[in-house]
């Protein structure tokens, strides 16, 4: 991992990791740690976590970028971005990107089929496509 910042004007006010795997949240917690590219970093290990957390904020408390696995038990990462498309919340303010070990190019078509989602990444997050991600989207 990087030990030097990510020099940045302006750091995302809040980015959310939604994963079921407390390794890759962890790991991915300290790459964005270690770029100095957020305020916030909120982590939840499931789809449904998520989902009520999100609902529990108003809209302006939205995170700007939401990190999010495919493959998890219960409400996976299809079913969160199905109810996240309920919520109406636009691209211009909530950027999605699929954060994930799929190497299924269905996956990947199945993912930028929501206007929502601007990225599909392979795990692990490293320093270079984190800094590319951001740099490109914000």
């Given amino acids: 991992m990087q030990t030097k910042p990510m020099d940045m004007s302006r750091k995302l006010n809040s980015i959310l990791l939604i994963d079921d795997n407390e390794f890759d949240n962890y790991y991915h ?33 939205f995170p700007e970028l939401i990190l999010l696995d495919i493959n998890m038990p219960g409400m996976n990462g299809w079913d969160v971005l199905d109810e996240y498309e309920k919520m109406g919340i636009s691209g211009d303010r909530t950027k999605v990107i699929m954060l994930t ?19 599909f990444i392979i795990k692990p997050l490293s320093d270079e496509t984190l800094i590319e991600s951001i740099s490109k989207y914000f």
């Fill in 101 to 119: 070990t799929s190497i299924d190019p269905d996956d990947e078509k199945k993912a930028r089929s929501y206007a929502f989602v601007f990225d």
């Fill in 29 to 61: 917690e300290k790459v964005i740690q270690n770029n100095n590219i957020a305020e916030n970093i909120v982590i939840k290990s499931s789809g449904a976590d998520a989902i009520a957390y999100l609902k529990s904020l108003t809209a302006d408390a």
